[in-house]
């Protein structure tokens, strides 16, 4: 089975694919699709569709997972963020699959083992599940393959009667 994993963000949207085969995960691919700042805002998200599609393209995945966002204070961050996720959603309907939207916490408890972990935690872990070499970089990417893996989790759980539209 393999997961396409997705952090939302506008100037870079980390991306992470893994797949899982019994017990064994291994990293596809991964990393971050970036658009430029100054650019009009629609043009951006027109950008992100253009590669997000190329990608799903490339790797055809079984299950796709975003993760579910929650903000506090900064509400214009937030308000980019949400367009992005809105784009991925977008993708992801039109290629028939109903994401998993896992919570900041779910991630960090499916790949720590505790949903208050810190992200240097979190990237560790994922270095040592997908057995790479050094971790993922940018932090959008790692966070990306933890999103992925928690994806996984959730499709094994599921049976993966959500991954797909019939």
């Given at each position: 089975m393999i997961c396409f994993g997705i952090d939302p963000g506008v100037g870079l949207l980390g991306y992470g694919i893994v797949s899982q085969s019994g017990d064994a995960?291994?990293?596809?691919?991964?990393?971050?699709?970036?658009?430029?700042p100054g650019r009009p805002?629609?043009?951006?998200?027109?950008?992100?569709?253009?590669?997000?599609?190329a990608k799903m393209d490339e790797h055809t995945p079984d299950v796709v997972a975003v993760e579910k966002l929650f903000f506090g204070r900064n509400t214009t961050t937030a308000e980019m963020v949400f367009?992005?996720?809105g784009v991925v959603l977008l993708v992801a309907a039109e290629r028939g699959f109903v994401p998993y939207e896992p919570k900041p916490s779910e991630v960090k408890m499916a790949v720590c083992?505790?949903?208050?972990?810190e992200k240097a935690q979190v990237q560790g872990?994922?270095?040592?599940?997908?057995?790479?070499?050094?971790?993922?970089?940018?932090?959008?990417?790692a966070?990306?393959?933890?999103?992925?893996?928690?994806?996984?989790?959730l499709a094994m759980y599921y049976d993966g009667s959500r991954g797909i539209v019939q």
């Amino acid at each position: 089975m393999i997961c396409f994993g997705i952090d939302p963000g506008v100037g870079l949207l980390g991306y992470g694919i893994v797949s899982q085969s019994g017990d064994a995960l291994r990293a596809i691919d991964y990393g971050a699709l970036s658009t430029a700042p100054g650019r009009p805002l629609s043009v951006r998200l027109v950008e992100i569709y253009r590669s997000l599609n190329a990608k799903m393209d490339e790797h055809t995945p079984d299950v796709v997972a975003v993760e579910k966002l929650f903000f506090g204070r900064n509400t214009t961050t937030a308000e980019m963020v949400f367009h992005a996720r809105g784009v991925v959603l977008l993708v992801a309907a039109e290629r028939g699959f109903v994401p998993y939207e896992p919570k900041p916490s779910e991630v960090k408890m499916a790949v720590c083992g505790n949903g208050a972990a810190e992200k240097a935690q979190v990237q560790g872990m994922v270095k040592q599940l997908l057995n790479l070499e050094k971790t993922p970089k940018p932090d959008d990417a790692a966070d990306a393959l933890a999103i992925a893996i928690t994806g996984l989790s959730l499709a094994m759980y599921y049976d993966g009667s959500r991954g797909i539209v019939q």
